[in-house]
């Protein structure tokens, strides 16, 4: 039986959307990291079943995926998943048809959620159709890759609990 990550990073989004696959962007960069004490899953869209699967066991969760928000493009909103099912409201974040609320709603239904869970979004510019990320949102994800790279680092040296 295989041992629990410790730690998993779900990147959401479409790769053929622009600014929406920021997560699979950071995802992308960040996948070497994967090993015993952690694992970071490219994932797509925020399906239910699929999250649960995802963090099963983990104590710490992070998503990062595209957010529509009134803010400028690039921001990095970041926002503790319990804040995500205060109001899970389609399309509150979310560009999904499914809104990640919606979609952790359901998931926290099929088993335990994390102790720690926590969205990155940041704002997108362009959701049109092409590959390239905006600049604004590129320079943001590179960011929240040097953050997160710190983070998993820090766990996989230390055995207490520390989400960022």
């Not at 919606?102 to 959701?127: H, M």
């Amino acid at each position: 039986m295989r041992q629990a990550p410790r730690w998993v990073l779900i990147g959401l989004g479409h790769p053929m959307r622009r600014d929406d696959g920021v997560g699979l962007w950071v995802a992308a960069q960040l996948q070497a990291r994967s090993g015993p004490g952690g694992a970071v899953i490219p994932l797509g869209v925020p399906d239910p079943v699929a999250l649960a699967r995802a963090w099963a066991g983990a104590e710490i969760a992070w998503i990062v995926d595209a957010v529509a928000a009134s803010a400028p493009p690039g921001t990095l909103l970041r926002i503790r998943g319990d804040r995500l099912l205060e109001d899970p409201r389609p399309r509150r974040y979310s560009i999904h048809g499914l809104s990640l609320g919606e979609a952790l709603a359901l998931a926290r239904a099929l088993g335990p959620f994390p102790p720690c869970l926590v969205l990155y979004g940041i704002v997108g510019e362009d959701f049109g159709f092409g590959e390239r990320l905006s600049p604004a949102v590129e320079a943001s994800a590179r960011r929240l890759v040097r953050r997160l790279g710190c983070m998993i680092a820090w766990l996989e040296k230390h055995n207490e609990f520390h989400p960022g």
